[in-house]
Structure formats: structure tokens, C-alpha cells
């Protein structure tokens, strides 16, 4: 999967399809609403969003970094982490329940193995733009935007810049 987005076409059916409207939306339209996206190199995908999490101030503590690793169960994550994986996982897979979600504090996420339908409220048109971000994708995300994940086979880095993450299912 390359690295693109588009509009949503807001049809019913699997979220984890692609959804494609034909309305691409240039990647540095997300830069200017405050959503950044870039790619890093591999093979060493996670040591290498480690470290640019570290340039940008990221603190890469067990409080504040966090693997979403939905290849395998999440052995060794918190109760909070494993409970909004599979929130994300189940959504990913039933579009009764692919709801948008709000995280408060600023974060940025890394795609490190995998793939990602990322779909980000558009404030300005009132629509989703859907970004397919493949491994070794690195976006921001600032707080308070409204977006929405399929995701079923990924592993991503989180990073947040404060130790407690206030993940709020709409």
C-alpha cells in the first residue's frame, strides 16, 4: 500500500476496505490542518521512529510510548492499551461499530510493520479523508482531532509527550 489519501466515499460496508471517492487529497493538504505526514527508512523501522520521536522532543518512557501491535495479542501492555487495541481491531472489522475517536494530548504514531486506513475528519469541508499509511509512515496527530482507524494487521509506535493518554470513543 502506498502512501496516499483521498476522500472518503461514505458508502456502507467493510471499513477495512479501501473506500476510494476518486478525490485524491494532496499529503501536504494534511500538513496544513496541523497533521504532518512523513517516511522514514527501514530496516530498522522501529529503531528509526524511536529516534525521530527523540528529536522531536518525544520522551521515550514506558508511560509514554506505546506499541499497538495487532499481529499478536498484546502481552506485556497495559489494561488501557489492550482495551483500545481491541476497540480499534473490532471497529476495523464491523462498520456498526467503526466510530470516530479523540485523543486528547498531542501524539505521534509511526507504522513500523503493516499497514493502516487512518480516516481524519476534514474541519474545514466537514468530511473524512481517509490516508493509507504503510509501514514506515510517520505521522502527528494534535489533540483533539476526530479520526478513525481499520486496522487489522499492524504495528505501530505511539508517543505522546505527557505520561497519561485520554482516549475518548465518540
Known amino acids: 500500500m502506498p502512501l496516499h489519501a483521498y476522500h472518503h466515499d461514505n458508502k456502507s460496508g467493510d471499513p477495512g476496505h479501501p473506500h476510494h471517492s476518486s478525490h485524491s487529497v494532496p499529503i501536504d493538504y494534511l500538513g496544513s490542518l496541523g497533521i504532518p505526514v512523513t517516511s522514514f527508512e527501514g530496516p530498522d523501522f522501529e529503531g528509526n521512529a524511536r529516534r525521530i520521536a ?83 509512515t510517520l505521522l502527528h496527530i494534535p489533540a483533539g482531532v476526530s479520526q478513525r482507524a481499520a486496522a487489522e494487521n499492524v504495528k505501530a509506535l505511539m508517543f505522546l509527550k505527557v505520561t497519561r493518554s485520554l482516549f475518548h470513543v465518540v
Open 54 to 136: 527523540k528529536e522531536q522532543g518525544y520522551p521515550l518512557t514506558e508511560k509514554s510510548t506505546f506499541i499497538w501491535d495487532l499481529h499478536e495479542p498484546l502481552n506485556g501492555s497495559s489494561p488501557s492499551v489492550k482495551h483500545h487495541a481491541h476497540q480499534i481491531r473490532e471497529a476495523s472489522r464491523n462498520e456498526n461499530d467503526f466510530r470516530k475517536f479523540i485523543i486528547i494530548p498531542d501524539y505521534l504514531v509511526a507504522i513500523i510493520a503493516g499497514s493502516v486506513y487512518l480516516d481524519i475528519e476534514d474541519p474545514l469541508k466537514q468530511t473524512w479523508i481517509r490516508v493509507e499509511l504503510p509501514t514506515g
